[in-house]
């Protein structure tokens, strides 16, 4: 029982470190959208492109999880992993970046 406490845990801690990741790569694109943030120039093609492999990867190993029986907690970090990698990814490079110090120059 305690043991299937945790992971509903775990499950839950990873569906939020998700959406923490996600929110911090959406902000910086914003931010270089505007100008404001140092971004490559294909940066805007790239967060089209690379959603479709990485939502098909995510549902590609949740599938493969409720499939072989797993338990709905590990479904979930079955489905999270990916996303949480791609966008743990995407905001460590955004981040080196930092401000576009030629802004309004």
Known sequence: MFS???EWQRSALKVASLAAEAQQVVAYRT?????????D?????RMVTEKSPALM???????RAAMGGAAPER???????????????NRKRLAKRGPNMNFGA
């Open 4 to 6: 299937q406490m945790l």
């Open 75 to 89: 479904v979930v970090m079955a489905w999270a992993g990916p996303l949480e990698r791609k966008a743990r990814s």
């Open 31 to 39: 931010l270089g959208m505007a100008g404001l943030w140092s971004v």
């Open 57 to 63: 990867q995510s549902w590609w190993s949740a599938s």
């Open 41 to 45: 120039p294909s940066e805007n093609v």
